[in-house]
Nanobody, 125 residues
Framework: QVQLVESGGGLVQAGGSLRLSCAAS????????MGWFRQAPGKEREFVGSITRSGSITAYADSVKGRFTISRDSAKNTVYLQMNSLKPEDTAVYYC??????????????????WGQGTQVTVSS
């Protein structure tokens, strides 16, 4: 089992940047692929990006590609989401999640096993 805690959210103007952190506890952190999702008010939770166990491969939703970057530091048991050129439509609660890489898929909510509580990101125009 992995426990996840997000941090780093806040209020930022359009065009600004934020870096979210996801701190993981558990002895099997390196065995999991990780993902970031977000959920805006009244909308379904949607895929933002993912990263493999080694951190060598990342994938992103088209809406954030070129602006967001996922990375992980295994020594610190932490996954990051660097968000640049933020837009008002990026406003949402952001969640990190872990996934068993032995199972297929990486874009659906139901493909992830453990979730953090989320951190609010608000982008003003």
């Amino acid at each position: 089992q992995v426990q996840l805690v997000e941090s780093g959210g806040g209020l930022v103007q359009a065009g600004g940047s934020l870096r979210l952190s996801c701190a993981a506890s558990g002895r099997t952190f390196s065995s999991y692929a990780m993902g970031w999702f977000r959920q805006a008010p009244g909308k379904e939770r949607e895929f933002v990006g993912s990263i493999t166990r080694s951190g060598s491969i990342t994938a992103y939703a088209d809406s954030v590609k070129g602006r967001f970057t996922i990375s992980r530091d295994s020594a610190k048991n932490t996954v990051y989401l660097q968000m640049n050129s933020l837009k008002p439509e990026d406003t949402a609660v952001y969640y990190c999640a872990s996934r068993d890489p032995s199972r297929p898929g990486y874009e659906r909510v139901d493909q992830y096993d453990y979730w953090g509580q989320g951190t609010q990101v608000t982008v003003s125009s």
